[in-house]
């Protein structure tokens, strides 16, 4: 990606908004957008690379990691990277057991997965903002590309594709769960019935099924907005970089200041997700609710 000195600010922001993205354009045929508007024109089925490849590569490494350390699990004093495989297990299934009063072995792997997977897909917001950008313009400068042109955001959950993609999958986990464990007959039930009884059922179906795909949509966007949010913040701040020795001193305390205040906020978001994917299947496994 080009650098803030060559590009104009709103140029600057544009890029680093912008995702590397695959798809069909109605003009120009199968390949790369070149602008957030061709990204638009190539239409739902258009691919964001980057997200796909930052969120699949972390995972990877996050189950490379624990699996690596579960085979390598001893009952002697434990080493660095067991004790804190081992605390962070610990620390999901003490939430699992205060916030999941049902019998499912599923839920706290899926926790689990959960939180270590989006705190490293947060993580990256923590990388300078221009570092593998650069990295991969440089790559891509080998084949001959514009610089103008190559876009790479390597924080997936600034996409909002990716927050909804595991909002929903959460979502279908608790309808599948609401119909196994009560029936179809009492899943429509309590959407019906519930609260003002069988009078009242219009009421009692708007209200409900306004609380049930609410939990989906308030998943994907707290995740989403919180992330995209820090993240245009780090943009604003590498800006001030360009601006002369004191704006780039101050842009130095100001980006320290503000990667600490981050890592609470990284943190944070993803035990909320983990969290409310816990309490909304143990919704699921409830009669009422």
């Known amino acids: ?95 699992v057991r205060g916030s999941f009063s049902g019998r499912n072995a599923m839920v706290a792997p899926l926790a689990l997965t959960i939180f270590v997977w989006v705190f490293l897909m947060n993580f990256m917001d923590l990388i300078p903002v221009d570092l593998i950008p650069h990295l991969f313009v440089q790559l891509m400068a080998v084949f001959g590309a514009d610089p103008h042109h190559v876009y790479l955001k390597v924080v997936p959950t600034t996409d909002p594709n990716a927050t909804f993609g595991m909002a929903l999958m959460v979502f279908i986990l608790v309808l599948y769960y609401s119909v196994k464990m009560k029936g179809v007959g009492g899943f429509l039930g309590e959407l019906t019935l519930q609260p003002f009884g069988k009078w009242g059922m219009p009421a009692n179906l708007i209200l409900e099924g306004i609380s049930l795909l609410s939990k989906p949509v308030s998943l994907a966007l707290r995740l989403f907005g919180n992330m995209y949010a820090g993240e245009m913040i780090f943009i604003l701040i590498a800006l001030l970089y360009g601006g002369g020795i004191l704006l780039a001193g101050t842009a130095g305390v100001l980006q320290f200041v503000w990667a600490v205040f981050h890592v609470l906020i990284i943190t944070l978001q993803a035990f909320i997700f983990m969290v409310l994917t816990i309490v909304y299947l143990d919704m699921a496994h409830q009669e009422h609710h």
């Open 1 to 95: 990606m080009a650098s803030s000195e060559t590009l104009t600010s709103q140029e600057y922001i544009q890029h680093h908004l912008t995702n590397l993205t695959l798809g069909f354009h109605p003009e120009h045929g199968l390949g790369f957008a070149h602008s957030s508007a061709d990204a638009a024109a190539m239409g739902f089925w258009a691919i964001n690379v980057d997200t796909l490849f930052f969120s699949i590569l972390l995972g990877w490494l996050f189950a490379r990691l624990f699996k690596g350390v579960a085979e390598r699990v001893t009952a002697g004093v434990p080493g660095a990277a067991q004790n804190f495989v081992e605390w962070i297990v610990d620390f999901v299934e003490e939430n």
